[in-house]
């Protein structure tokens, strides 16, 4: 993809609408992303909950840079080859953390199928590193697959965060189409994994391309039946224009339909709303 993309623009129902990200507490964490060089999915993701949720002092960062191996079809992160790994950037962002004061984080990640271990070993140093300075913290992962291989996912297990998410991003129909080398079964296999090692497991889906509601209903049941707590679900978005295109905008009444039912099945908390992203409220969900 180059790195000359083009945003899509395109007119948003009524409840789409975001303001624009300022503000002070927005300029210093986004001039503390910029000082200590660090990603965050905020920005890499076109997120459009960015300034909510950096004015509020939190943010989702990504380690492992900015490139990623895999090129799916409803992301706007860049898909290239990654540079070599920073293994200062554990250090600088558990400091960054310790001066924003936060609570809780969100740490994800580019995927590296690039890597032997996918990057599992750099995942383990870095949640170490934050806890090391920062012993209060509670922490969500958001990781890759790793190819649902039992022994880079455990090492993650191991470091000891208090959530690990993996998202299935949509239905199983749909998988194939928008996203790229993941299998549906796999991500699956992923929060078995999770949930088996005693960790919460937590996992997010898009609406709006082109999935039915009994198909949304089976994916929570395949999520329930493999351990997930903790469900996320958002509106898809088109961020770049070379990428798929929105089939529709899901009303809010909807969501609210999807939230009871997610609750109804067992999960621990649903949040489900057109503007959900998978780090959305996520300290609340270190109690799932």
Not at 8 to 27: Q, V
Not at 43 to 48: E, I, K, L, R
Not at 191 to 214: F, N, P, Q, Y
């Amino acid at each position: 993809m180059s790195e000359n993309r083009t945003i899509a623009r395109e007119r948003l129902p009524a409840w789409m609408k975001s303001p624009l990200p300022k503000g002070e507490n927005f300029s210093k964490v986004n001039n503390l992303i910029a000082e200590n060089k660090l990603n965050t999915i905020c920005s890499s993701g076109n997120c459009p909950n960015r300034g909510e949720c950096w004015n509020a002092g939190t943010a989702s960062f990504m380690i492992l840079g900015d490139k990623c191996t895999r090129n799916c079809r409803f992301c706007f992160v860049q898909n290239d080859i990654p540079e070599p790994i920073d293994w200062m950037e554990p250090l600088r962002l558990a400091k960054t953390i310790e001066k924003l004061k936060l609570k809780h984080c969100v740490i994800t990640s580019v995927t590296r199928d690039d890597l032997k271990d996918g990057g599992a070993g750099f995942w383990a140093t870095t949640i170490r590193k934050i806890r090391e300075l920062n012993p209060h913290i509670t922490i969500e992962t958001l990781i890759p697959d790793f190819n649902a291989d039992l022994d880079l996912i455990q090492k993650i297990v191991d470091a000891g965060p208090d959530v690990i998410s993996h998202n299935m991003e949509t239905v199983r129909r749909l998988t194939p189409k928008i996203r790229s080398t993941a299998r549906y079964d796999r991500s699956l296999k992923v929060i078995s994994i999770i949930s088996e090692s005693g960790i919460i497991a937590k996992s997010g889906i898009m609406v709006g391309l082109g999935e039915t509601e009994e198909e949304i209903f089976q994916t929570m049941d395949d999520l329930r039946a493999d351990g997930c707590k903790v469900l996320t679900i958002g509106q898809y978005l088109q961020p770049d224009a070379n990428l798929l295109p929105v089939k529709e905008y899901i009303k809010p009444e909807i969501f609210e339909k999807y939230r009871t039912e997610g609750l109804k099945k067992g999960f621990s908390f649903v949040e489900s709303s057109p503007m959900v992203r998978s780090s959305y409220h996520a300290e609340k969900h270190v109690n799932g």
